[in-house]
């Protein structure tokens, strides 16, 4: 719904805000060797290299220039780069540079991400870095209980200074545990809101990827509340004599004023500066004022607003909509146990999709269901299976869209058609990441082909060839199809039995109560 409005706003041409006009293109950078990138510290050149990363992808040294380098950071910076270009890596390694010098832990950066799979992806990638400049890195995503989360993000004093009695002196000695935390929005606002000795106090440091996704919802105000939190904590230029009190250990704070010289007037001082990132970053000037941003500079690739990866081959396969389960087998074949990922329009179709594939004998081909409707662990354990390789084929609906990076996703299958570009872009780029090839079929009805072409020009992608599946193979599982689909249905009736059953007895219970 979100997205079919904003793209009647789009085609309604809203203007391009000024400063989008004159962004810094991605693609005039060349890939960077880390020896010859300037003022990295040599730590970090060792972690990277226990990374296997030798050199910087174009975006991540645009990002290193207008941070570490010449720009030094004094815009706040908007992202606009393809799928699996090294988004993360852009602003992790930047961030975990600026906060090496740190001798005092305090949590100075927070990475915000709309799901908890990204946010434990991303939180490897700091993970990796951080530890060797002795920063520590937390995460704030609801995998664990709360109190075991408060303990990771919380150093209690008396694991330091001895056992501490008196309560008000206990919360004032509270410290971060981490230096820099990734979190979902909602487990970060329950920590706002309820956990002794969290604090925003500090922060240097906001990163918002996946703006357009993130942006969409309101996420129990998670955005107004932070830039609440981070703008200045005093309101003219003369600190009160609180704020001249020399800064114990315990005590210390970053006061942010609100400043008066050009660029600063009534923004906070020192400001909090943000880096907002996507593969299709909004331009709606309503959404991107949330984010309060100061003086922004857009870093894009090339003229087109929305980019596929360059080594992504894009293909049509025609079929008939009534065999379409056939087309999509007969493809899998042919793609001979590469790991793969096929989209559905919605989290039934995917149940149903893979149900009504369980009933095909004899498939050879290990897939998996991931969508919204399993719990958490359910969806982890899959996505450990298809990382490993056990499960070839995994089965999804748009959960899987966003951000996450399997190694060795060779080919995207569109079991369904996307309605608009952006869920095509996102879906597509599960494939052909960092310089990677990698091919994405569409099954395409013939009524649908010139919506099909008409969408992929928006990305620039003018040849869509079609790839033809074998028509053999599609006759020869006409007869399992059928008993296939009678199984299916009884299927849908069994499980739609239990499911009354459950709602039944759950309302006996509440009567009882
Ligand atoms: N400099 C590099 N050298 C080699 N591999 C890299 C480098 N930077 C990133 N990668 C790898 O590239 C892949 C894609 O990176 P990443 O997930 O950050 O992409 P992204 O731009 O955030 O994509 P998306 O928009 O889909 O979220 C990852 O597997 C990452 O390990």
């Known amino acids: 719904m979100e997205e079919e409005k904003e793209l009647k706003k789009e085609k309604k041409n809203i203007p391009v805000l000024p400063w989008m006009r004159n962004p810094v293109d991605i693609t005039t950078f060349d890939q960077c060797t880390l020896d010859l990138l300037p003022f990295i510290d040599p730590r970090l050149v060792v972690a990277l290299k226990k990374m296997s990363i030798t050199s910087l992808f174009p975006v991540q040294l645009a990002v290193w220039q207008e941070t570490i380098g010449p720009g030094s950071f004094e815009r706040d910076l908007c992202i606009n780069s393809p799928t699996g270009s090294g988004k993360t890596l852009a602003y992790a390694l930047p961030i975990v540079q600026m906060l090496s010098t740190r001798a005092v832990k305090c949590l100075r950066a927070l990475v915000v991400l709309p799901t908890r799979d990204l946010a434990l992806q991303v939180k490897e990638v700091f993970s990796a870095l951080a530890p060797a400049v002795g920063l520590s890195v937390g995460l704030a995503v609801g995998q664990s209980s709360i109190s075991d989360e408060i303990s990771e993000l919380i150093k209690k004093p008396n694991a330091e200074y001895g056992i501490c009695y008196d309560p ?288 992929l020009q928006k990305a620039d992608c003018n040849s869509c060839p079609t790839y033809s599946v074998s028509s053999e193979v599609i006759e020869s599982l006409r007869s399992v199809y059928t008993s296939a689909l009678e199984k299916l249905r009884e299927n849908v009736e069994s499980e739609k039995f239990k499911k009354s059953k459950i709602r039944l007895n759950a309302s006996n219970v509440r009567k009882e109560k």
């Not at 206990?170 to 990734?182: E, G, H, P, T, W």
């Not at 996946?210 to 942006?215: H, N, V």
């Not at 049509?316 to 989209?343: A, D, H, W």
């Open 168 to 455: 008000e002196e206990f919360s004032y000695k509270l410290q971060s545990a981490v230096d820099i935390l990734v979190a979902t929005p909602g487990r970060l606002m329950d920590h706002i809101s309820n956990t002794d000795g969290f604090t925003l106090e500090h922060l240097c440091y906001l990163v918002v990827d996946e703006t357009d996704r993130l942006l969409r919802e309101a996420y129990q105000s998670w955005l107004p509340t932070v830039i609440q939190l981070t703008s200045s904590s005093i309101d003219g230029n003369f600190p009160s004599v609180d704020d001249l009190l020399p800064c114990t250990y315990g005590s210390l704070k970053t006061i942010r004023r609100v400043g008066t010289e050009r660029g600063f007037k009534s923004k906070a001082y020192p400001r909090l500066a943000k880096m907002v990132l996507s593969a299709t970053l909004t331009q709606d000037p309503s959404k991107l004022a949330q984010l309060d941003l100061h003086h922004p500079l857009l870093l894009t690739t090339g003229e087109r607003r929305y980019k596929l990866p360059e080594e992504l081959k894009s293909f049509k396969v025609l079929c008939q909509s009534k065999l379409k389960p056939l087309y999509l087998v007969s493809l899998l074949q042919s793609l001979q146990g590469e790991k793969s990922i096929v989209f559905t329009s919605s989290v039934e179709s995917t149940h149903r999709l893979c149900t009504l594939l369980k009933f095909f004998d004899n498939l050879q081909i290990e897939f998996k269901e991931y969508s919204r409707l399993q719990r958490q662990s359910v969806r982890s354990k899959t996505l450990r299976a298809f990382r490993s390789g056990q499960v070839q084929v995994l089965i999804s609906s748009d959960a899987m869209t966003r951000g996450m990076d399997v190694e060795g996703v060779r080919n995207v299958i569109n079991y369904d058609m996307p309605a608009y570009i952006k869920t095509f872009i996102h879906r597509a780029g599960r494939t052909a990441r960092a310089g990677q090839s990698g091919c994405c079929f569409t099954l395409t009805h013939k009524d649908e082909v010139k919506r099909f072409k008409k969408m």
